[in-house]
């Protein structure tokens, strides 16, 4: 077990990350820090479980995300079953989105199923390993890696990157704007 | 252990953005993730988090002496 006073500050470094892939999950900034607060409280309570020394910001993510299925799931059951309720969160969260480019992005990410979700956005986004994204979400490394590859297809057909990616190769070339003739200023 | 000399989280992403020299569409997609993520993990440490552990330390350090009896 780690020195309280060192887990404390492990735990506070991890903040920044935890706080992007909550609100990447929640797509709402009130409940993406209470999530990452009942996080924190639930690593505080477990830190004798937490190896010093092993991945603990996997570890850290792991809590995370099972906490926010799990909050997910019993609000699901609150409104009688709506399917389809953090999609339409996450496609609200688009909308409010000021930037154009991230509002496509957030956009195309709400109509992911929710496990390709959470593939993409902890190998893409976050930085894990297939490996360590695997054990987050506690199924086989081929799976993620299948599910990274589907949200990968399913994302650059809904930004139509297919097209823009060969005319930004060389990185002189004008961008093609991605959205109807609204190209932001670079 | 030092955990702040523990080397930097190695990027599966990174790896892949490396391997290539052609900006791809995986790269756009990945190009693109990160922005999203580096949009919130570059605010600074709200201050509510930062109390809140200093709070559960305190808490935790004041049972551990009620349990060994307040001798200094």
Known sequence: MADPADFRQLLIAAIPALRAFSMSLTARSASADDLVQETLMKAWQHQSSFEPGTNLRAWLFTILRNEFYSQLRKRKRETEDEDGLLSSRLATAAEQEGHVELAELRLALSKLPDDQRDAILLVGASGFTYEEAAEICGVAVGTIKSRVNRARAKLSALLQLDEAAGRVASNDEPRPPLLGGTEPDA | ?72
């Open chain 2, 1 to 72: 252990m030092n955990p702040k000399g523990r080397p930097p989280h190695r990027m599966a992403g990174h790896k892949e953005r490396n391997a290539g020299a052609k900006l791809g569409t995986h790269d756009l997609i990945a190009a693109k993730l990160r922005k999203l993520f580096d949009e919130v993990a570059q605010q600074p440490i709200p201050e509510r988090f930062v109390e809140l552990l200093h709070e559960l330390e305190e808490k935790d350090a004041g049972q551990e002496a009620a349990k060994h009896g307040k001798s200094d």
